[in-house]
């Protein structure tokens, strides 16, 4: 990846966009919250997604739509972007080795592709010393064969392109692994051993190209059928020692990668205390938005801060907060029928920030928003969130 010769600077004192414009390869409602961080610290924005209608497309100063391997497209972004950023880690890596040939990109194509793929980023966090659930490479019948029985129970996952609970099956018997494999299309895949969970937290970090790293307080998750729920931040149930621990072993994952961005790590905290790492996102992440509302230095304009080479500053939690992710499911009745959820009755609740992404439509599981309650105390905010909870119909936590 180029180095950040320069610090990037935004549109009001740069000459010409070109020289401040930020690109992102993705234009989910990730890419729509960058591009909002963005544009509030003064940068033009391009976004490269072939859908029409994408949510961060629809906001952004220029919207290049087209696949992401498509070289038109590329070349326009090439063009038009002094830095480049992705949305989602599934953006092919093929495609950010291409821009980071030319451009300063955060995160760099080579710790995205280790996101990618469950069994080397397995291996890279061994690699870190840090310690990840027992598991082992499914790729042919012959290791299917071989797998260790105390793997059992486990959950199969395939090893790319899974997120929010896809492509994953919990088996119980050789049996039952077989069958989810072939469910799986005999994809290669990563069998984890199921281990006692006590619950999830996150950690996520900023790095810049010098190796400088702050992070965002620790969160602590609940997530329903692979989906995250609700986060809850400061971390209930995370004593200071186990909160430090964690933001240790996320920092050695980061540095390991020479990561440049905005980086999640997903940890398990096990009914014994022990802590062990799930995955990793290389972008913002879901359990991170409460940062807009709850803390000084947003999620996002970490990400800014990251691709332009302005300085890295540690944010600070102004409020507790706890978030409640809002899926499409709560745009239809018990019947199937669509209605709009109550947001009068909910933006009524003091403390409460409503954020809709602009989708064209809801279906099931599908992130359409999430809904942040601050309050002064951590008490307060899960109070309030229960209320909120109640009003939109979903169970309480």
């Not at 930020?22 to 919250?33: A, P």
Request: charged share 20%.
């Amino acid at each position: 990846m180029p180095s950040h010769l320069k610090t990037i600077l935004p549109a009001a004192v740069a000459a010409g966009a070109q020289a401040s414009t930020l690109g992102v390869m993705g234009g989910g409602q990730l890419g729509r919250m960058f591009v909002h961080a963005a544009q509030r610290l003064g940068y033009f924005t391009a976004v490269l997604d072939p859908d029409v209608a994408s949510p961060a497309g629809l906001v952004s100063h220029v919207h290049v739509q087209t696949d992401y391997l498509d070289e038109q497209g590329l070349a326009q972004m090439l063009q038009r972007c002094a830095a480049i950023t992705t949305e989602f880690e599934n953006v092919p890596a093929g495609a950010l080795y291409t821009l980071g040939a030319h451009l300063p990109a955060a995160p760099g194509a080579e710790a995205v592709a280790v996101c990618q793929d469950r069994s080397r980023e397995k291996r890279h966090f061994e690699a870190c010393g840090v310690p990840c659930a027992p598991h082992a490479l499914i790729e042919t019948p012959e290791q299917l064969a071989a797998v260790d029985a105390a793997l059992l129970p486990g959950i199969l996952k395939t090893a790319r392109l899974g997120y929010d609970g896809k492509g994953q099956r919990r088996v119980a018997t050789r049996a039952e692994l077989a069958l989810a494999w072939d469910e799986l299309k005999r994809a290669p895949c990563v069998l984890e051993k199921l281990l006692p969970l006590a619950f999830e937290i996150s950690v996520i970090l900023a790095r810049n190209a010098d190796g400088e790293l702050v992070s965002l307080p620790v969160q602590q998750n609940l997530h329903r059928d692979g989906i995250l729920a609700v986060t809850q931040v400061p971390a209930p149930n995370v004593p200071a020692a186990l909160s430090a621990a964690a933001r240790d072993a996320a920092g050695r994952i980061a540095d390991g990668l020479g990561y440049v961005g905005v980086l999640c790590v997903e940890f398990f905290v096990l009914q014994d205390g022990t802590l062990v790492v799930n995955e990793m996102a290389p972008r913002p992440h879901n359990s991170g938005h409460y940062s807009i509302d709850a803390c000084d230095v947003s999620q996002f304009e970490l990400q800014v801060r990251c691709m332009t080479g302005l300085p890295l500053v540690a944010p600070r939690l102004h409020s507790p907060a706890v978030m409640l992710n809002l899926l499409g499911d709560l745009w239809f009745d018990a019947d199937g029928r669509e209605r709009t959820p109550d947001w009068a009755a909910v933006v009524a609740l003091p403390g409460a920030h409503l954020h809709l992404y602009g989708k064209s439509s809801a279906q099931r599981g599908r992130k359409m928003g999430h809904l942040t309650l601050t309050a002064d105390t951590p008490e307060a905010a899960r109070a309030t969130a229960l209320r909120a909870a109640e009003r939109l119909g979903l169970p309480a936590f």
